[in-house]
């Protein structure tokens, strides 16, 4: 990509700038392909790959995107996993024994109370994002890096 504008640094002066779109674009590359798998008995077949390969700077460089929220994920695998849990273990923990079944329901309860709550938590955390990420593409777009300085700065 060739980049025709550029911005004088204003921490040194020098114009050997780069947009962060210009250093991810020249820092990653992604190539695709087929191979095959043969493990003996168990596995084999055709498998497709694709391999993405990006450098520190372009790393550093990225466009902002949407975050994986694992409060969220956790929060909805406790709520649902979590039940059969507490009733296997209290289960397998009271077999022979009487009045156990006041305990399993304060468990299973609680996990699925706890899980929700990660949920709820999770997901008022991803609405927010999802609300910022346009402006943070916005200061993305207009963020440039010194080549000589090592700095970034926004431009108008």
Do not use: N, Y
């Given at each position: 990509m060739t980049q025709t504008k550029r911005y004088a640094c204003p921490y040194c002066g020098s114009e050997d700038t780069r947009s962060y779109r210009a250093i991810y674009e020249a820092g990653s590359?992604?190539?695709?392909?087929?191979?095959?798998?043969?493990?003996?008995?168990?596995?084999?077949?055709?498998?497709?790959?694709?391999?993405?390969?990006?450098?520190?700077?372009?790393?550093?460089?990225?466009?902002?995107r949407k975050t994986v929220n694992f409060r969220m994920d956790a929060g909805l695998f406790l709520a649902i996993a979590g039940p059969p849990i507490a009733f296997i273990t209290f289960f397998i923990a009271a077999v022979g024994r009487d009045g156990y079944q006041q305990p399993l329901f304060t468990a299973i309860g609680f996990v699925i109370v706890v899980g929700a709550a990660l949920f709820i938590w999770g997901r008022s955390d991803a609405k927010k994002e999802d609300r910022d990420l346009p402006e943070r593409v916005e200061a993305w777009e207009k963020t440039w890096r010194c080549r000589r300085c090592a700095r970034s700065f926004l431009t108008k």
């Open positions: 590359a992604s190539s695709t392909g087929r191979g095959s798998v043969d493990t003996g008995k168990l596995l084999s077949g055709g498998v497709d790959i694709q391999l993405t390969t990006v450098t520190e700077e372009a790393r550093l460089a990225a466009k902002p």
